[in-house]
């Protein structure tokens, strides 16, 4: 149980138990065993992402959020008054991907990898627009995300509703996400893919993007 929470406290953005069980080189069966004990023990607590759980400490220090958004949508106000090109923000989101782990601070899991062929990236496009609700930092509710998948072209559209405070300059923090978003997937599978911001309505507080193997 040293070893799990060590692990869970050196991952504070959530893993999962595939994670936990390859992090700790032990069987996925004896990590559920023992995270059923930390549970009932409230030492930690999980979120569920589609059909996956990712596992939290309880004691985990973090920065109040607040805090950290003041901050950020200060410093994208910033952005918005000396950057015209929003295409140069990717470049942005390719350093931040440089300087961390995505997504959460964990892996993907295993079972959602693309292997070269078209139903295994399909379930990694389906996997990733499931995970796009769960970043409460920037979006501060419970947002909705519609997910239309063009299975010949390798391509997902994701249509990101119900979002706060979409002011001009937050659609700074997308074209910086989508610089993440593709860098870091090239990083971490060694895959080109190609994201896109489609459509950005603030009227209506939505946001379309777009995610594509290439």
């Not at 985990?60 to 106000?77: A, D, H």
């Not at 008054?81 to 989101?93: V, Y």
């Not at 989508?178 to 896109?196: Q, T």
């Amino acid at each position: 149980m040293e070893e799990i929470m060590s692990f869970i406290n050196q991952n504070p953005s959530g893993v999962t138990i595939t994670d936990i069980a390859n992090g700790i080189s032990t069987s996925r069966v004896t990590a559920g065993k023992y995270i059923a004990i930390l549970l009932e023990r409230q030492e930690v607590f999980f979120k569920e992402i589609g059909a996956y759980k990712l596992y939290y400490s309880t004691k985990s220090k973090l920065i109040p959020r607040e805090l950290i958004y003041s901050y950020f949508t200060g410093l994208l106000s910033g952005l918005d008054k000396i950057i015209e090109n929003k295409e140069q923000l990717k470049l942005i989101g390719e350093a931040i991907s440089e300087r961390t782990d995505f997504p959460y601070g964990s892996k993907f899991p295993e079972e959602v990898l693309p292997k070269n062929n078209s139903r295994s990236v399909i379930k990694f496009l389906t996997y990733f627009g499931s995970m796009i609700p769960f970043v409460p930092f920037v979006y501060r509710n419970k947002i909705e995300v519609n997910t239309k998948i063009l299975k010949e072209q390798k391509k997902a559209f994701y249509r990101i509703k119900n979002l706060r405070d979409l002011s001009e300059f937050m659609q700074n923090h997308f074209y910086i996400m989508i610089g993440v978003i593709e860098h870091s997937i090239k990083k971490k599978l060694g895959i080109e893919v190609k994201c896109e911001v489609v459509k950005m309505d603030l009227e209506n507080n939505v946001v379309e993007i777009s995610l594509e193997f290439i």
